[in-house]
């Protein structure tokens, strides 16, 4: 059994009614496995094997391979917390993912399971129900709640952490956030811990472990055969006609591996010449995609291989799109999907063949050959149970050889031509692999997990912080062990998993922290009264100040955002788009897009250089200087570092101005449009994604003071701009506030491809354009500036472009004898000339303003705007301030609700 299935709801009448005792384990077992049997499904002997240790209340570590239903074995762990936790005999059961997406299907299938009272999440940008029995939370959440908690943290009282669930263990390992999964186990003492993954390799080190530390059994099960056997092969063929072939005999759908979306790409491109699927199946893949909007940019080029029977599939395509390819490639309409290894991170398609095109990849700083742990957890996802009996893994050997094997199979058996045959070699400083590559990497294990401990503020300041203020380490204070911050800081630094050299360099790093909080005057020695030590006390450290609450839970950056915020002057014409700038330059870095920006304003600095005579070496030196757009850097830079001082828990986080959505609405851009003009086609959905994280800190975190009509435009018009793209990103979040725990259909909400998240964001009809009038105004005021910015460079063909009914010569009539009587600098596109005064709208039945006279007038019958449309008047500013000039249109609601964009008809530019 790998999944759940059937009304997922009722689970939660299995749940043993509260009795005041601890649950009986017979009960337990009984009642879960009783709802599985109402799925029509059956344990296999491993799962029965890890629930039986589960509710008898021992460790489990889970090392089963990929489709051998770990993820009701974490059900059955959760269900009997949920019943302690009911009895007054148990705290709270922890669900931790790498992840947020993990986290939050989690999380829907969850609710969907124990309803949603008893269900809640935290992953660092969202927080739901935060008080419930079950929480789905990143790993980074759980080892800070550790940390500042301590043994306080674990435990049976009613907010302890009694159980933890940690999917995907093998992220241990992982350079940059493996601490996360290290520390609770250090940390939580007295809880229960299920860890799972397909490939944790030797685990001795974490049984011996957790049986010293917390005195409670081990359970390893690692010992099920695999649903689905797997083949392996090494092949020298032609890619292509092996495709052909595995499609031909009935060993799709594929799943071809490339180590970079670029090739994944250029791969489904390759393919739409070789007939994978016939008239009938492109029949049903038309019928199944229906009148499903693909936008503009990658999304055409989606739809083409889509209805050729190719998918693609990474993580930069817009979330709508990989859902879709997932939804056909269930539905077994897709043959073939070309897409990066991030199949290794638990998506749900049923791959019956795997295809590796490289053994190599890069990894941020070098080639190099996969680990046996990423080969095994991408073979791993071949095969799946209820689908096939067999799952096949292919390793393609390196072009070279496939091309020096087609030679020496074209020459046959003629001496001379076998002659003349000069072999291809790797290119070369490449890194090649060979069949023993294969070979090595097929036969081995998964290495064994290595440790990667980190100090940081952030660690050192929850751990003082698990004292109260002024308080805490009294003598008669029965946890004044625990809450002593140096000897649990000394505790992290001992027993964590490193080695020894490394653990002397956490030292020098604590040492280091402490200094710079002591200077900063965020920490004080002390002395704690101890009967046990000669002199009657130890010596200590506090803080003296209040640490807030949740600044490791949450986005950290988010305090300094309120803070600076009260540096913008709340009447000054660029205030809007200087509170966006502040909330941009907390958010994590789409460094995709930032290096796209840059690179196009290099291209623009070349060109203005070469065109006024700089020389090469000079063009170079000057282009080091380029970056991204960074708006607001002389004042948050600055700012930043005395918040820091005073701040500290803020000292491992990085201001990072930059200008993502400052630029859209500066120059006025749709989506498609930004995507478009920065190349960013085959990594929208990272442009997508970040769009949403703004729009989301725009919504949270500025204060009624700065929330000027301006900005509510802007936030509005963001809203509108992410939901027109793919609804679902802003849906999720939306719908995390309400979730639904009646599961009306029978079918479960968290089934993928039917039940109530399918679809979301590419099914949903679309609101109009105009269904938002605050957004729409938005979008009119930014089609009209950006008509302003083109006029003030007399850019009269630009203007053309734009449509509106005027043509080049027009616009040239009409502008140039401005800019013959005031100069070249006659209209301003600075900050002023954005002032909301500027931008005048009169909606349909208004009378006609005062002023408006000629071309206007003869657009406005009886001196009354009429129905579905709007007039608009774009004053311009001017160095005088004089604002005697004007540029006047219509819009026409129904055309711009048909089109998707406000309909402009240009009528005057001229005097007032």
Known sequence: MTTTTGRTASLLAHVPAPTGRTPDPDALYEGFTTWVGEQGLELYPHQSEALIELVTGSHVILATPTGSGKSLVAMGAQFAALAAHRSGRGGRTFYTAPLKALVSEKFFALVAAFGSTNVGMMTGDSAVNADAPIICCTAEILANLALRRGDRASGSADDAISQVVMDEFHFYADPQRGWAWQVPLLELTDTQFLLMSATLGDTTRFVDELTERTGRAVAEVSTAERPVPLHFSYVVEPLTEVIEELVTTYRAPVYVVHFTQKDAVER??????????????????????????????????????????????????????????????????????????????????????????????????????????????????????????????????????????????????????????????????????????????????????????????????????????????????????????????????????????????????????????????????????????????????????????????????????????????????????????????????????????????????VAAMKAEGYEYEERMALLEEITWPKPLEDLLTPAFATYKQSNPWVADAELSPKSVVRDMVERAMTFAEFVSVYGLERTEGVVLRYLADAYRALRQVVPDEHRTEDVHEIVEWLGELVRGTDSSLLDEWERMSRPVDDDVSGTGSTQSGDGPLAGTGEDAPARPVTGNPRAFRRLVRNAMFRRVELAAREDYHGLAALGGGWDADAWGDALDPLFETQGDDAIGIGPSARATGLFQVTEPGAELPAGHEGPTTAHVPGGVVPPGTWLVRQVLDDPAGDHDWALTTTIDLRASDEAGAPVITVLAVGPL
């Open 268 to 605: 489904a491109q390759s393919l739409l010449s070789t007939k994978l699927s016939s008239r009938a199946e492109k029949d049903a893949i038309a019928t199944e995609l229906g009148d499903f909007r693909f936008g503009t940019g990658f999304g055409k080029t989606l739809s083409k291989f889509l209805r050729a029977g190719v998918g693609v599939h990474h993580a930069g395509m817009l979330p709508k799109y990989r859902r879709l390819v997932e939804r056909l490639t269930q539905r077994g309409l897709l043959k073939v999907v070309c897409g990066t290894d991030t199949l290794g991170v638990g998506i749900n398609v049923p791959i019956r063949t795997v295809l590796l095109t490289s053994l190599v990849k890069f990894d941020g700083e070098r080639m190099r050959h996969l680990t046996a742990r990423e080969f095994h957890q991408i073979a791993g996802r071949a095969g799946r149970a209820g689908y096939d009996t067999l799952g096949e893994v292919l390793v393609m050997a390196p072009e070279h050889v496939v091309e020096n094997r087609k030679m020496l199979a074209k020459a046959g058996d003629d001496p001379k031509k076998l002659k003349k045959i000069v072999r291809k070699k790797a290119p070369q400083g490449s890194v090649n692999w060979t069949d023993a590559t294969f070979e090595r990497l097929r036969d081995a294990d998964p290495e064994p997990l290595s440790s990667h401990f980190r100090v940081t503020h952030a660690m050192v300041l929850n751990v003082l912080a698990r004292s109260e203020r002024h308080g805490h380490g009294h003598s008669t204070d029965p946890d004044a062990g625990q809450r002593d911050p140096v000897t649990a800081m000394r505790h992290l630094l001992l027993a964590n998993h490193d080695t020894e050299s490394q653990r002397r360099e956490h030292v020098r790093q604590t040492f280091r922290i402490y200094r710079s909080l002591r200077v900063a005057g965020i920490v004080e020695r002390v002395r704690v009264p101890d009967p046990s030590t000669p002199a009657g006390y130890r010596p200590s450290v506090r803080l003296t100040v209040d640490v807030p609450r949740e600044f490791a839970l949450n986005q950290p950056l988010s305090p300094f955002a309120l803070a600076a915020l009260d540096l913008l002057d709340v009447e000054g014409p660029g205030h809007a788009l200087d509170v966006v700038s502040v909330i941009e330059a907390t958010l994590d870095d789409p460094r995709q897009v930032l290096y796209a920006q840059q690179n196009t304003a290099k291209g623009t600095a």
